[in-house]
């Protein structure tokens, strides 16, 4: 039995998930991740990451907290296992000095963008400017500091209106608003990070 201090951990916009992961939760096998500790959530849509890329946009649908020795078969089937015992062996690989007593945070969500189903005819690709914005500012290192203003301000607004008001005081300037959306998308496809996976093979 460990005596683990419990400290409350935040997370923001964007969630981390092993790239092993990915398929199950494209495909709604996987609708939770267990995370040891307690963790607060700071917004209720987030960016799932996995194996190198943004996978997609969630909704979380519910939070939970128990202790280790409380999560059950169906807990397990919600994660993408089988059966408890598969879910335990996994934690335990991940947090290697689990113990029974340990809390756990169970995210519970559902996808409402696959972010490697985009709609190529929308300019945008169907994604929010805030989403870009954000994946831009994760993934690119190449932004000139207009262009991070300009992003940083979308994450905000989601507006290229607003964002356009609040950096050149006109909406004559929408142009470079989106001028610099469109640059940071068309960088997020050619990084292969937006689009369509390849076909495991």
């Not at 709609?119 to 690709?125: A, V």
């Not at 954000?134 to 993934?139: D, G, S, V, W």
Request: charged share 35%; glycine share 6%.
């Amino acid at each position: 039995m460990t005596d683990r201090p419990e400290k409350t951990r935040f997370i923001g916009r964007h969630i981390m998930v092993k790239g092993d992961y990915v398929e199950d939760i494209l495909s709604g096998r996987k609708t939770t991740t267990i995370r040891l500790g307690r963790v607060k959530l700071k917004h209720h849509e987030l960016i799932v990451h996995g194996g190198g890329r943004p996978i997609a946009k969630v909704r979380v649908k519910k939070v939970t907290y128990k202790r280790v020795g409380e999560l059950t078969d169906d807990d397990a089937k919600k994660d993408g296992f089988n059966t408890l015992n598969e879910l335990l062996y996994e934690l335990k690989r991940v947090y290697s000095d689990l113990s029974p007593d340990d809390t756990v945070t169970i995210i519970e969500f559902e996808v409402i963008q696959d972010l490697s189903k985009l709609e190529p005819q929308d300019p945008y690709l169907g994604l929010e400017p805030a989403d870009i914005a954000r994946l831009a500012l994760r993934y690119l290192k190449d932004l000139n500091e207009e262009e991070k203003q300009i992003l940083k301000e979308l994450t905000s607004t989601n507006s290229i209106r607003a964002v356009s008001l609040r950096l050149y005081g006109t909406l004559d300037k929408r142009w470079k608003v989106r001028r610099a959306l469109r640059k940071a998308l068309q960088a997020l496809i050619t990084h292969g990070l937006l689009g369509r996976r390849q076909d495991r093979t």
